[in-house]
């Protein structure tokens, strides 16, 4: 029973560089939905999506690009790194039907 | 958007202590979460709240929703060292999905043995 699995764990990009998060989730969850977590400032969301093509802006989506092209998946995109993208990223999904957001373990991303 | 400010910003008490810590918000929810986060993981869902008023209970943790449903407590029996991490309450944006979440800052919990 893996839940919301996210890849990697840990990450350090330079300045400019790209890469994608990855997250997975087995529960055939509609909604998916990605955070960032910075100290003091809780998580704020970035990009959500309510089903496989439909996505959305959240909080902060600046620097950041999503696509859903199916239930389980929903990779995060950074185009070009800026170290104030260094930060903790959690992915999460959920439905109508169950109570809550089910959340990954989380990537940690340093941007140098 | 919507805020949810959080009190308070962190806790220092010994083992066997009760705590109590809320949550408040600019506007009307309708749904309370709150969830606990312990280090180097995702958050998990402790309790959730649905209607003014409300108070639920799951083991020593128990929740309220605030009549004016704006604000929301939690508060945890008997602390134990493993009731360390940081305990966030949320709320869904923009009706009940629960896929946009918006989040307090966190409280954290530090239980001295």
Known sequence: ???????????????????????????????????????????????YSVGAGITDQGE???????????TEDF?????????????????????????GAFFGQGTRLTVV | GQQL????????????????????????????LWYKQDPGEGPVLLIALYKAGELTSNGRLTAQFGITRKDSFLNISASIPSDVGIYFCAGPSGGTSYGKLTFGQGTILTVHP
């Open chain 1, 60 to 70: 902060v989506p600046n620097g950041y690009n999503v696509s859903r092209s199916t």
């Open chain 2, 5 to 32: 400010n959080q009190s308070p910003q962190s806790m220092f008490i010994q083992e066997g202590e009760d705590v109590s810590m809320n949550c408040t918000s600019s506007s009307i929810f309708n749904t309370w």
């Open chain 1, 1 to 47: 029973n893996a839940g919301v699995t996210q890849t990697p764990k840990f990450q350090v990009l330079k300045t400019g560089q790209s890469m994608t998060l990855q997250c997975a989730q087995d529960m055939n969850h509609e909604y998916m939905s990605w955070y960032r977590q910075d100290p003091g400032m809780g998580l704020r969301l970035i990009h």
């Open chain 1, 75 to 99: 990779p995060l995109r950074l185009l070009s790194a800026a170290p104030s993208q260094t930060s903790v990223y959690f992915c999460a999904s959920s439905s109508p039907v169950v109570v």
